[in-house]
């Protein structure tokens, strides 16, 4: 199971560590995620969220290898109702960078963090924070220069992160989702509530032609469903660039 899980620890870029963040915070029945980078999240990223927390006795677990509380046998790995796996890829990612995490449960009298750096951790000591969870990756790679060295231009990189976070706001409307990137916000997309406010976040994320050509499908047959929007054939791409599947 080990093995299994460990196949899929691959951070390969600062979209990467966004990607299980996010995927993290979801888990944690997170309302709302902010994601901020600094120079394409080379130099930083940071993720905060306003789900369960984690409690102070099970940070420095969250860092330890294959320690996930998600998973617990091969048959719930073949049947996965989550997404992230706290406990598997952020020991990845503290071995990368210089990692801290913030995080407050709903009935703790305050937060905790946890620092680590080259996989080396630090007690978990009180800090200020509201419920929720902060992580922060500092100088991604600082220490393999080689993978360093194979990260493209500040834009590139953010422009990675950028389409990831628009998958997610398009799979999770129901979730605000919040982009900054060297102190700019880039984007916002408030939680979904109306079928109005669905229509501006796709007009957001895939631009309001798009909207005013889409026709809604909403059918059930049985066990099966199918939702989303399709655009009317008379407004076609030649790429496959605005094709998104859940």
């Not at 980078?37 to 860092?63: F, M, N, S, Y």
């Not at 990189?157 to 919040?178: C, I, N, T, W, Y």
């Amino acid at each position: 199971l080990i093995n299994q899980i460990a196949a899929g620890e691959v951070v390969e870029r600062p979209s990467s560590v966004v990607k299980e963040l996010v995927e993290n915070s979801l888990d944690a029945d997170a309302h709302s995620i902010r994601v901020l980078l600094e120079q394409g999240g080379k130099r930083l990223v940071r993720v905060t969220d306003d789900g369960h927390g984690i409690p102070v006795d099970e940070l420095a677990l969250a860092l330890a290898r294959h320690a996930t509380s998600k998973i617990s046998s091969l048959a719930e790995l073949e049947e996965v109702a989550s997404m992230g796996f706290r406990g598997e890829a952020l020991p990845s990612m503290a071995a990368v960078s210089r990692m801290v995490i913030t995080s407050r449960t709903e009935n703790a009298e305050h937060a905790w963090q946890i620092k680590a750096a080259n996989g080396e951790l630090e007690a978990a000591v009180p800090a200020a924070g509201t419920k929720g969870t902060t992580v922060e990756l500092h100088d991604l790679f600082f220490n393999v220069p080689a993978r360093r060295k194979f990260m493209r231009t500040e834009r590139t990189e953010f422009s990675h992160a950028d389409e990831l976070l628009k998958r997610f706001a398009l799979a999770r409307p129901e979730v605000g989702f919040e982009l900054q990137h060297n102190n700019r916000v880039v984007r916002r997309f408030p939680p979904v509530r109306s079928d109005d406010e669905m229509r501006a976040r796709l007009a957001a994320v895939l631009g309001r032609e798009f909207v005013d050509h889409a026709l809604e499908i909403n059918e059930q047959r049985g066990s099966l469903g199918l939702r989303g929007w399709v655009a009317e054939p008379r407004y076609n791409r030649a790429q496959a660039d605005r094709q998104f599947f859940f």
